[in-house]
């Protein structure tokens, strides 16, 4: 299918995009990679009357690593923070997410940031995002602003971004010595949105007992379902038994649809299992384990 017909600008400079977005309100949309974008306008399920292209707009193709973690610049495509090594040293689960996200040829032009501006409940990056409590750096008419991710994913699709705002950059923090990451997932084909994923970060003390872990589901809830399992798992080894009843605690939280893929007490038992696996590679990853 085609399009709806739209006004298209392609500003080089991020004060004319917020510009045109700002004037535009409602009926603006902003394209980055297009992956999801493009879709939706060509099935019409979303008709603005303003696209405003930031492909062209200078300054948000960065990748930037410190000590406290990876800032990630709106232009920044899938692939190329895959491939970013300081940034998967800083933070793997950057790295474990994004080999999840749909195939090659979509993460060589979809973005990391628009794929959190597009908060799909099944996306990874939203999902990584909050696991980490990163935040997204904002630019709209009135300023700058930074929304902490528990604020930023406010239900299906929707975002705390106003209208004439656009997400200039998302921050992950590096996790805290000793903690270990994982991301897994079932999908019915490889590349597809997860039926149902678990992201976990669980952190081992010197002496390889728990002092955080917590987890992320996709596909489970209208968000990422970040779940805090410090309570259930500290002072505990990580054994199986341990983890699994974490894991079932956690799945207890979803609140999962039916749809033509899967019933929603199927995604449940998913979440559960899928969250005891990551929990468990989570550990086995943690430095302290590995030391
Ligand atoms: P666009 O398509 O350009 O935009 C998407 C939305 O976000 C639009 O509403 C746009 O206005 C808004 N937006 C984009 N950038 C900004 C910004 N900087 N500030 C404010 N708003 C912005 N994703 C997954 O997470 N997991 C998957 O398994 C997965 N599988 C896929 C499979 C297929 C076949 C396809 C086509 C896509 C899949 N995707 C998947 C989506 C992909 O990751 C997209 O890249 C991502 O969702 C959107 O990024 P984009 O840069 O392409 O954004």
Not at 96 to 121: C, E, F, K, Y
Not at 218 to 237: C, E, K, M, N, Q
Not at 262 to 288: D, I, K
């Amino acid at each position: 299918m085609k399009p709806p017909p739209f006004a298209y600008h392609a500003p080089t400079d991020l004060d004319e995009a917020v510009g045109l977005l700002a004037e535009a309100g409602e009926q603006g949309k902003i394209l980055a990679g297009g992956q999801s974008l493009i879709p939706l306008l060509n099935m019409r399920l979303a008709s603005p009357r303003v696209v405003v292209d930031i492909n062209g707009v200078a300054g948000l193709d960065g990748i930037g690593t410190d000590s406290g973690g990876v800032r990630v610049g709106a232009l920044v495509r899938h692939s190329q923070l895959e491939a970013d090594t300081a940034a998967a040293e800083a933070v793997p689960l950057l790295r474990q997410g994004l080999r999840l996200v749909a195939h090659p040829v979509i993460r060589n032009r979809g973005t990391t940031v628009g794929s959190i501006a597009h908060a799909d409940p099944a996306g990874e990056m939203p999902a990584v995002l909050a696991l980490l409590d990163g935040a997204v750096e904002v630019r709209g008419p009135s300023g700058s602003r930074t929304v902490p991710a528990a604020a930023f994913t406010t239900g299906p699709m929707e975002t705390a971004l106003a209208p004439g705002e656009i997400a200039v950059a998302a921050r992950f923090p590096q996790p805290a010595p000793g903690t270990g990451t994982a991301f897994v997932e079932i999908a019915r084909r490889h590349g597809d949105y997860a039926l149902c994923g678990a992201a976990a970060a669980l952190t081992l003390d010197a002496d390889g007992r728990v002092t955080a872990a917590r987890c992320c589901l996709i596909s489970a809830a209208p968000v990422p379902l970040v779940v805090d399992l410090t309570p259930d798992l500290s002072g505990t080894r990580a054994l199986p038994g341990e983890l699994d009843e974490a894991a079932a605690a956690a799945a207890e939280r979803t609140d999962p649809e039916d749809d033509i893929h899967a019933s929603a007490g199927y995604r449940r038992h998913l979440a559960r299992v899928l969250t005891g696996r990551a929990l468990a590679r989570a550990a086995a990853a943690s430095p302290a384990a590995t030391a």
